[in-house]
């Protein structure tokens, strides 16, 4: 994990862009439902899913991310 990851509890969260130990690809944390973490990769299609969030290292946290900079806008400030 990165020096300075924000991570939930210590573990990777929904929206960290992630490299996955086991399988040796990289994505991102789509969602975690009962410890089971799901996955999809960062180009294409489908998703994996791993119970085992120690083999998940976090590339770059969702805050880091710079697809997700800055706040959001909505339909109406995009028009200004």
Known sequence: MREGAVVKN???WVGDQIHDEKTGRN???TDVRGGTYVLRP???IGNWTTENGSELA???PLAERPDRAGPRR???QRSR
């Open 58 to 60: 976090v590339v770059v």
């Open 10 to 12: 210590g573990k990777p």
């Open 74 to 76: 909505t339909g109406a």
């Open 27 to 29: 994505g991102i944390v």
């Open 42 to 44: 960062l180009h294409g």
